[in-house]
Structures are given as structure tokens and as C-alpha cells.
């Protein structure tokens, strides 16, 4: 059973930053270009032979789901993907989000994947690929 490790990073856009808006906050990244991204970087695992899949509803109004299975970086990287997509960002998932900086809010929140590293069963680093 191998894990694969994801180092993906977090854009958020939300509408004020520290409860200021967005063009009148002083924070550094506000104060260059107040429409950058806010960015924040977070760690995922996923295992082997886990499923996942967008759902869909069949002719017979049936919510059903494509299912795929992990088993090397490319699907470890669709896992992670789709599970983003369907459940939409939910900082339970990616990333606690801090209150106070995001007040209204993350806005819309993309992500990028920028490494996935796989470990064997002892904890291994065996193969490692940036993307
Ligand atoms: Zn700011």
C-alpha cells in the first residue's frame, strides 16, 4: 500500500482581508495588487486503490458515481481533484481558514498541486514528481 503526499497550494480571493477592502488593506500583498490571490500552501494524502469519482444522475433521476482508483501519481492527482471539485473547498478538508484574515469570506478558491511524492508501506520516499 503506498501513500501519496500532495503539496498543493490554496488561492483564495476573497472580497475584504482582514475585514478592510481588499484595496485599502495595508497588508503586503493588498498593498502591491489588491486583485492577487492570497495564497496558502497545505499537505494531502491519499492512499492506494482509493475510489473517488464525479457523481451524475442517470435516466431514472439516480444520483450514481464514476469511480476510479488511485494507483499512481496521475490518478493520486485526479483523486485530489475531484474530491476538490465535488466537495467544493471546505476548510475541513484543506485548510483552516483564519476568521479573522477572511471575515467575509475566501471568496472563489482555486488550487494548484505543485509536488506529489510517493512512500511504500515503510514510509519510504520511493518516487517524487513536480508538477
Ligand atoms: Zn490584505
Keep these: 500500500m503506498r501513500t501519496y ?3 498543493y497550494s490554496l ?3 476573497p472580497p475584504t482581508h482582514y475585514g478592510i477592502p481588499r484595496n485599502a488593506c495595508k497588508c503586503e500583498i493588498c498593498t502591491e495588487d489588491c486583485d492577487l490571490s492570497i495564497v496558502r500552501n497545505g499537505i494531502s494524502y491519499i492512499t492506494d486503490s482509493e475510489t473517488y469519482g464525479p457523481e451524475f444522475t442517470d ?3 439516480t444520483v450514481k ?3 476510479f ?3 499512481d501519481f496521475s490518478t493520486a492527482y485526479n483523486c485530489f481533484e475531484s474530491n476538490f471539485v465535488t466537495n467544493g473547498f471546505s476548510e475541513e478538508n484543506y ?3 483564519d476568521k479573522k484574515e477572511f471575515a467575509d469570506g475566501p471568496g472563489d478558491v482555486a488550487f ?3 509536488k506529489i511524492e510517493i512512500y511504500d508501506i515503510n514510509n519510504k520516499l520511493i518516487e517524487s ?3
Excluded: P
Aim: proline residues 0%; without cysteine.
Design 65 to 67: 458515481q464514476n469511480y
Design 11 to 13: 488561492y483564495f480571493s
Design 69 to 71: 482508483i488511485v494507483e
Design 129 to 131: 514528481i513536480d508538477y
Design 59 to 61: 435516466k431514472t433521476d
Design 5 to 7: 503526499k500532495l503539496f
Design 112 to 114: 494548484s498541486i505543485e
Design 95 to 97: 485548510f483552516k481558514i
